[in-house]
């Protein structure tokens, strides 16, 4: 073998210890950006509390029919949490499926406005007009709207 094939050969065995510096400088500086990003849990916490307002207005609503009753859905503004009810003062809760809360109350989130929802033994709702609640924390606000009469809820 020829010298400058030895020394081409041993050129293109590995990286370059500026070539591994570089790389390993550009890991830090994603790493950095992408914690950052994902330090701030409200934003999360916004969302999760929208879709489960969302997901306790539909079984409420599915509650109400399949027991032939009237549900009323109580929406307390700050903190946010719900109620599900047989009567409007709440004096008869009904439990949540499983061994939780309709809406664990949440210190970092609030709601625009409480707002109460009455779903009949039809499912249908008493609204008059499409409620929009603005789930609140943080830097940002998520929208869940419930359809009149229909008591659709969902997050547009």
């Not at 879709?51 to 903190?79: E, G, K, N, Y």
């Amino acid at each position: 073998m020829s010298a400058p094939t030895r020394a081409a050969a041993r050129r293109q065995r590995g990286f370059t210890l500026v070539e591994l510096v570089v790389v390993l400088a550009l890991l830090g500086v994603l790493a950095g950006i992408s914690a950052a990003r994902f330090s701030d849990r409200r934003p999360f916490a916004v969302s999760a509390v929208a879709d489960q307002i969302v997901s306790a207005l539909r079984t409420a609503q599915a509650t109400a029919v399949a027991q032939r009753q009237t549900m009323h859905v109580l929406l307390q503004a700050s903190p946010a949490a719900m109620q599900v009810c047989l009567d409007p003062a709440c004096s008869v809760p009904v439990p949540a499926p499983g061994a939780g809360e309709w809406l664990p109350p949440s210190a970092d989130v609030t709601l625009d406005a409480p707002a109460t929802i009455v779903f009949t033994a039809t499912g249908e709702t008493t609204l008059t007009s499409t409620l929009q609640l603005q789930v609140l924390g943080g830097p940002g606000a998520v929208n869940v709207r419930v359809e009149a009469r229909s008591g659709h809820a969902y997050r547009p």
